[in-house]
C-alpha cells in the first residue's frame, strides 16, 4: 500500500514536467541535427534547438525562482545517503539548466552565429565573435550538456526505484492528477 504524503503545488508540478518534456525534446532535436550534414534542414534544426534552449533557460529562472518563494513538500522518509544524492542531483540539475543554455548561446555568438528566439526575436550575443572562444565554448556545451543527461537518467531511475521497489509513494509528489 502506498502512503498519502505531501504533494508539491500545481504550478511546481506544471513546471516541473513542462521542463521535462522540453528538455527531451531539446535534446533529441540537438542530437539529431549534429548527425545532420550541412544543408538547410541542419541550419533549421539548430536554430530550433537554440531557441528550445533559451525557451528552457527563461523556463529555468521561473522554476527557479518558484521554488525560492514556495517551500517544496517535507521530505519523504528515505536514507541518509539517498537524501544527500537527491539534494546534489537536483542542485547540480539546476546548475545545469541554466549553464547548458548559456554555454550554447555563447558558443553560437562566438562562432558568429546569432541567437533568435523562436525565429522572430534576435537575443543579445553574449561574447563577441571569437573562433578559438567558440571551440571551448562548444566543448564546455557538449560536456555540460551529456553531464545534464546523465542527471536526468539518474533523476528519472531514482524515481522510477522508488515507485516500484521502495513503493514509498515519492512519484505521487509530482504527479499530475
Same mark, same amino acid.
Given at each position: 500500500?502506498?502512503?498519502?504524503?505531501?504533494?508539491?503545488?500545481?504550478?511546481?508540478?506544471?513546471?516541473?514536467?513542462?521542463?521535462?518534456?522540453?528538455?527531451?525534446?531539446?535534446?533529441?532535436?540537438?542530437w539529431w541535427a549534429a548527425g545532420?550534414?550541412?544543408?538547410?534542414?541542419?541550419?533549421?534544426?539548430?536554430?530550433?534547438?537554440? /531557441?528550445?534552449?533559451?525557451?528552457?533557460?527563461?523556463?529555468?529562472?521561473?522554476?527557479?525562482?518558484?521554488?525560492?518563494?514556495?517551500?517544496?513538500?517535507?521530505?519523504?522518509?528515505?536514507?541518509?545517503?539517498?537524501?544527500?544524492?537527491?539534494?546534489?542531483?537536483?542542485?547540480?540539475?539546476?546548475?545545469?539548466?541554466?549553464?547548458?543554455?548559456?554555454?550554447?548561446?555563447?558558443?553560437?555568438?562566438?562562432?558568429?552565429?546569432?541567437?533568435? /528566439?523562436?525565429?522572430?526575436?534576435?537575443?543579445?550575443?553574449?561574447?563577441p565573435k571569437d573562433p578559438a /572562444?567558440?571551440?571551448?565554448?562548444?566543448?564546455?556545451h557538449k560536456i555540460a550538456a551529456?553531464?545534464?543527461?546523465?542527471?536526468?537518467?539518474?533523476?528519472?531511475?531514482?524515481?522510477?526505484?522508488?515507485?516500484?521497489?521502495?513503493?514509498?509513494?515519492?512519484?505521487?509528489?509530482?504527479?499530475?492528477?
Amino acid at each position: 500500500m502506498t502512503p498519502t504524503i505531501p504533494r508539491y503545488t500545481r504550478p511546481a508540478i506544471a513546471l516541473h514536467w513542462l521542463m521535462a518534456l522540453g528538455l527531451l525534446a531539446t535534446i533529441a532535436v540537438g542530437w539529431w541535427a549534429a548527425g545532420l550534414p550541412m544543408s538547410p534542414q541542419r541550419l533549421k534544426a539548430l536554430n530550433n534547438h537554440k /531557441w528550445l534552449g533559451v525557451t528552457l533557460l527563461g523556463l529555468a529562472l521561473v522554476r527557479g525562482i518558484w521554488r525560492l518563494r514556495h517551500a517544496p513538500p517535507p521530505p519523504t522518509p528515505m536514507p541518509d545517503h539517498q537524501r544527500l544524492m537527491a539534494q546534489w542531483v537536483h542542485g547540480a540539475l539546476y546548475a545545469l539548466m541554466l549553464l547548458v543554455p548559456l554555454l550554447g548561446w555563447a558558443y553560437s555568438n562566438a562562432a558568429g552565429f546569432p541567437v533568435v /528566439w523562436l525565429g522572430i526575436l534576435p537575443l543579445p550575443d553574449l561574447v563577441p565573435k571569437d573562433p578559438a /572562444w567558440a571551440e571551448l565554448f562548444k566543448g564546455l556545451h557538449k560536456i555540460a550538456a551529456w553531464g545534464l543527461v546523465a542527471l536526468i537518467a539518474a533523476h528519472i531511475a531514482a524515481a522510477v526505484k522508488h515507485h516500484f521497489i521502495d513503493r514509498d509513494g515519492l512519484l505521487n509528489r509530482m504527479r499530475w492528477h
